[in-house]
């Protein structure tokens, strides 16, 4: 599966856009992109995933550049309990074995 | 709702002994599951990929003696850390995937996590 590059860890402000970016260069054209978040000490949930076209759904929009080479996730209005590592990660449809990387550690001011 | 399950949520056990951690999938089959451990501030590491009805394929510097997969049935994989030490102490998490949600893409979901801690 091919690489993500996050960065290590970004602020947000409360009730403010969490705009969180992932390169992921070396994509392939039959991998997803998935975000997930862990919050702590909990087990990683899924927020979103897409291949190409830009997705949305309860949770936050995912927009992935038209290269396909990087992507962003975007939590329209960041609260408290968005504070986790947010994962992003790249995979063929029909692999299950994910290899995390180290995400990005978001932290919601008040 | 959550969609896999695992079961303790925390266990603590004595050195030595021996200790299951159970992951299920509530409402679709799953012949692979995944099992991750994670130390605290860091990122999951993968050690195993639990098939249904064969051996379970283990990531290199796992040992298979010790961290036991059984992976009986299509909805329930276990975890057994056998012959325990504190340094065994760590979050261990499973993950399955849905492949009949209907959107591609096959979504993989997470079990809550059973943090066990040895003494």
């Known amino acids: 599966d091919a690489k993500t590059t996050q960065p290590t860890s970004m602020d947000c402000a409360e009730g403010r856009a969490a705009n969180l970016p992932c390169n992921h260069s070396t994509i392939s054209g039959n991998e997803y992109v998935y975000w997930y978040r862990q919050i702590h000490s909990q087990g990683p949930q899924y927020i979103i995933h897409g291949l190409k076209n830009n997705e949305t759904n309860e949770m936050a929009s995912l927009i992935i550049t038209e290269d396909r080479k990087s992507s962003t996730l975007i939590l329209p209005h960041a609260t408290l309990r968005d504070t986790a590592v947010y994962y992003c990660i790249v995979r063929v449809v029909d692999r299950d074995k994910i290899i995390f990387g180290k995400g990005t550690r978001l932290h919601i001011l008040p | 709702g959550a969609v896999v399950s695992q079961h303790p949520s925390w266990v603590i056990c004595k050195s030595g002994t021996s200790v299951k951690i159970e992951c299920r999938s509530l409402?679709?089959?799953?012949?692979?599951m995944f099992w991750y451990r994670q130390f605290p501030k860091q990122s999951l590491m993968l050690m195993a990929t639990s098939n249904e009805g064969s051996k379970a394929t283990y990531e290199q510097g796992v040992e298979k003696d010790k961290f036991l997969i059984n992976h009986a049935s299509l909805t329930l994989s276990t975890l057994t850390v056998t012959s325990a030490h504190p340094e065994d102490s760590s979050f261990y998490i499973c993950?399955?995937?849905?492949?009949?949600?209907?959107?591609?893409?096959?979504?993989?979901?997470f079990g809550e996590g059973s943090w066990l801690t040895v003494v």
């Open positions: 409402d679709f089959q799953a012949t692979t």
């Open positions: 993950s399955a995937t849905d492949r009949g949600r209907g959107s591609s893409g096959n979504t993989i979901y």
